[in-house]
C-alpha cells in the first residue's frame, strides 16, 4: 500500500493533511483499534476503493504514511508491481494478475513473500456490500523457526541413516517409534513392519523364528516353545536396570553389539554396531600372535624385550639356548655397555643401529654379536619397551680373515656375472626396433588398402599412386633397416655377454647410418617437440659394428627425452663427429635439456641407477652405453662439462 505516490493524485486535500480532525472512517475506538494492532489492515468496497488502511500495512510494506482512505487499490497494485513488489517480470501483467485473483477473493488465504524476504499471511473475506477486508500478519520468524525445525529434522534424519550404527527408539511400552536403515537389516524387518509400531517382544519372536537370533550359551532348552524362548530373552535383556551392553551372534554370520539406554519415561534407546570385523580381527590377532612367537622362536637370533627399569619381559627360544638357565647375561663390561645402551634408547626414544659387540654366553664362551636396539612407544611417544635383537656373527667373523686374500677375484667374478646378466636382460630392448617394423607394416597396410579402393573404384590418380610409392618405399626402408637392427642388437647382447665383442663387423657410413638410427626413432620424436640436427661429413667409413653403435645413439637419445625435456617442451640435440688422427672418431653428443645435477654426474653409468624409477626408467640406457662403447665399440664415453644448461658426452672410438 503506497504512502505517496508521484505520478498518482491523491484523495487527500492540502487542507485535510494540516492538523485538524481525525480520520472520516470509523469512529474513534475502531480507529484506536486498528492503529494497535499487530495485522495491517486494508478494507476495499466494491469499486476497488481503500476505505481503510491502518498504520501497521504502511509499516510492513516500508512505504511513509500518505494515503488515506478512498484511493484506487488498482493504481495502488500496479505502483507496488512497479517497484517490484510481486517479483521480477512485466510490471502492468503482473498487477492485472493480482487484480484479478483480488476480485475472484482467490485464494482466501496465502503467504506473500516481500522482497526483502519477509513472509507475509494475507487473509481475505468477502463483504456483504462486495468488497473485501485483507489482513497480513508477519509469519517471517514462525516460517524461519519451521524452516529450522524442518532442517534440524531432516539433519537429525540423516546423521541417523548416515551413522554406522542400527538405532531404535522405543517407547515406555517397548514399542518401536523410531529407526533407522541400519536397524532394519540388522533386525531383519521392513519397513511396513515398523511403521506398524511392534513391541519389542514381537521382534524378538519374529528374530528366534528366523533364525537371526539364537538362544544364549547356558539357556534351558526350550524345545519349539517360541513363546519360552521370547520370555527367558525379554526377562533378561527386556528391561534393563541401566546401561546394558551384550554382543550375540546372528544367523547370518554377523556378529552385534547391542547397548541398550533406559530413558527415564521407561523408553529406551538401543543402538547395534556390526562388530564381524572386529570380532574377525582379535581372532586374527590372536593367531599373528601365535604365529609371531613361533616365528620369533624360529629366528636364530637373540631377542629380548625390556621394560624401561631394564626388566625382561619377553625372550625368544634363541635366547633362552644361548643363556641357560640364568636366562641372562652373565655381569661384567657387555652387560654394562647393554645397560647403558638401553638407558639411551630411553632418554632419545631413538633406536641404536647395528653394531658389533663382543660379549660371553651362558657358558662362558666369547661370541661376536651384530646388534641393534630399538624403542617400543605410546600414543604420547614416551618409550615403554626396548627391543633388542642381536645375531650371532662369530662364525662369520671368524671367516672375514680367511675371506680377505680371494675378496679381490670373487669382486671381478661378480662383475663379470652381473655384466652377463645385465647384457641378457637387457633384450629386450630389440622390442623399439622391432615395434618400428610393426608400426611401418601397419602403416603400409593402410596405404595398400587405400591405393587398392581407389584402384577398384576405378579413381585412382597419378599423385595418388605417385604418394603411395613415396610411403611405400620409406616404410620398406624403415622395416629393412630396424629388422637388420634388432638381428644386430640381439647378436650384439649375447656376444657382450659373453666375451664383449660383436660377431658382426662391417664397414658403415657414419653420416648415413646415423640418419636411419633417426628413421628408426621417428615415431618416438614426432610425440616431441624436440628436433635432432647432425654435423657428420659424408664419406665418413667406420670398419666397426653398426648395430652397437645404433644401439648408443639411441639410448643416448631417448634417455635426452624422458630425463633432459618436460612433456611438450621444446629442443634440440645436435650430433657431431671429426675424424681425429691416428685412426681415431670424436663424435660429440650435446642437448639443450636440463642438464645433469653435480651430485649424480659421478652415478650416471652404473646399472639401474635412475631418477624416475617409478616413472618406467630402468637405468640401464647409459650403462649399455658404456659397456658397448668400451667393449665392443673398443672406444670410450665420457660426460662432459654442459655449462649452465643441456648434457655433453663425447665418444671416441676407431675408424677400424
Known amino acids: ?120 499471511e494475507v487473509r481475505t473475506r468477502r463483504t456483504s456490500a ?101 520370555r527367558y530373552l525379554m526377562d533378561r535383556l527386556g528391561r534393563p536396570e541401566r546401561e546394558f551392553v551384550y554382543a550375540r551372534p546372528q544367523g547370518d554370520g554377523r556378529f552385534i553389539e547391542v547397548r541398550v539406554v533406559p530413558l527415564p519415561d521407561g523408553g529406551q534407546v538401543r543402538t547395534f554396531t556390526d562388530i564381524t570385523d572386529r570380532v574377525i580381527a582379535d581372532e586374527a590377532l590372536r593367531q599373528s600372535r601365535e604365529i609371531l612367537t613361533g616365528v620369533i622362536d624360529a629366528i636364530p637370533a637373540l631377542i629380548d624385550v625390556k621394560e624401561r627399569d631394564g626388566t625382561v619381559r619377553l625372550t625368544n627360544r634363541f635366547y633362552r639356548e644361548t643363556y641357560g638357565p640364568a636366562a641372562a647375561p652373565p655381569p661384567g663390561p657387555a652387560a654394562d655397555r647393554a645397560a647403558a645402551l638401553d638407558r639411551l634408547v630411553v632418554d632419545s626414544s631413538q633406536g641404536v643401529p647395528f653394531h658389533e659387540d663382543r660379549a660371553p654366553d651362558g657358558d662362558g664362551a666369547t661370541r661376536d654379536w651384530l646388534t641393534t636396539k630399538m624403542p617400543l612407544t605410546d600414543e604420547e611417544g614416551e618409550v615403554t619397551h626396548i627391543v633388542t635383537v642381536a645375531l650371532d656373527i662369530t662364525a662369520r667373523k671368524r671367516a672375514e680373515a680367511e675371506l680377505r686374500d680371494a675378496q679381490a677375484s670373487l669382486i671381478q667374478a661378480e662383475k663379470l656375472s652381473s655384466l652377463a646378466q645385465l647384457v641378457a636382460g637387457v633384450a629386450h630392448e630389440v622390442n623399439t626396433p622391432i615395434g618400428v617394423t610393426l608400426t611401418a607394416i601397419s602403416h603400409l597396410g593402410e596405404e595398400v588398402g587405400r591405393i587398392r579402393a581407389l584402384f577398384e573404384e576405378n579413381r585412382i590418380r597419378r599423385s595418388d ?46 653420416a648415413a647410418y646415423v640418419d636411419e638410427v633417426l628413421l628408426s626413432l621417428r615415431p618416438r620424436l614426432r610425440r616431441t617437440r624436440v628436433t635432432v640436427d647432425l654435423d657428420i661429413p659424408a664419406g665418413l667409413i667406420v670398419d666397426g659394428y653398426p648395430g652397437s653403435f645404433a644401439q648408443v645413439l639411441s639410448n643416448l637419445i631417448i634417455n635426452a627425452l624422458v630425463h633432459a625435456y618436460d612433456e611438450g617442451e621444446a629442443g634440440r640435440i645436435l650430433l657431431s663427429a671429426r675424424e681425429q688422427p691416428a685412426g681415431w672418431i670424436e663424435m660429440h653428443y650435446a642437448d639443450d635439456g636440463k642438464g645433469i645435477p653435480a651430485d649424480i654426474r659421478p652415478r650416471i653409468f652404473e646399472p639401474f641407477f635412475t631418477t624416475k624409477r617409478g616413472m618406467g626408467a630402468s637405468g640401464l640406457g647409459l650403462s649399455i652405453c658404456a659397456n658397448i662403447m668400451t667393449g665392443t665399440m673398443r672406444g670410450s664415453i665420457a660426460l662432459e662439462d654442459g655449462g649452465d644448461k643441456g648434457t655433453r658426452f663425447l665418444l671416441r672410438f676407431p675408424v677400424g
Open 1 to 120: 500500500m503506497p504512502a505517496r505516490i508521484p505520478d498518482l493524485p491523491t484523495n487527500q486535500s492540502p487542507a485535510a493533511a494540516a492538523p485538524g480532525p481525525e480520520p472520516v472512517s470509523g469512529d474513534d475506538l475502531a480507529v484506536l483499534a486498528l492503529e494497535q494492532m499487530d495485522q495491517g489492515v486494508m478494507l476495499v468496497d466494491a469499486d476497488l476503493r481503500v476505505r481503510v488502511i491502518n498504520p501497521r500495512l504502511y509499516e510492513m510494506f516500508d512505504v511513509p504514511m500518505g494515503y488515506m482512505p478512498g484511493d484506487d487499490y488498482a493504481r495502488m497494485v500496479r505502483y507496488l508491481a512497479r517497484r517490484g513488489e510481486y517479483g521480477p517480470g512485466d510490471p502492468d501483467v503482473l498487477a492485472a494478475s493480482h487484480l484479478e485473483r483480488t476480485r475472484r477473493a482467490d485464494p482466501p488465504l496465502y503467504e506473500h513473500r516481500r522482497p526483502d524476504g519477509r513472509v507475509l
Open 130 to 230: 462486495g468488497g473485501f477486508v485483507r489482513t497480513y500478519s508477519d509469519v517471517t520468524e514462525r516460517r524461519r523457526a519451521e524452516d529450522d525445525l524442518a532442517t534440524q529434522r531432516h539433519m537429525l534424519r540423516l546423521t541417523l541413516e548416515n551413522m554406522g550404527q542400527g538405532i531404535v527408539l522405543l517407547d515406555r511400552d517397548l514399542r518401536y517409534i523410531a529407526w533407522n536403515r541400519h536397524a532394519l537389516d540388522i533386525l531383519g524387518v521392513s519397513e511396513e513392519v515398523m511403521c506398524s509400531k511392534p513391541a519389542l517382544s514381537d521382534i524378538v519372536r519374529h528374530q528366534i523364528s528366523s533364525g537371526l537370533v539364537s538362544m544364549p550359551a547356558g539357556a534351558p532348552d526350550f524345545g519349539d516353545d517360541l513363546d519360552a524362548k521370547t
Open 465 to 510: 599412386f605417385q604418394d603411395f610409392l613415396d610411403v611405400a618405399w620409406e616404410s620398406t626402408r624403415m622395416i629393412l633397416s630396424n629388422v637388420e637392427r634388432a638381428t644386430g642388437l640381439i647378436q650384439s647382447f649375447k656376444q657382450v655377454a659373453s666375451d664383449q665383442a660383436s660377431g658382426e663387423r662391417r664397414p658403415f657410413d657414419l
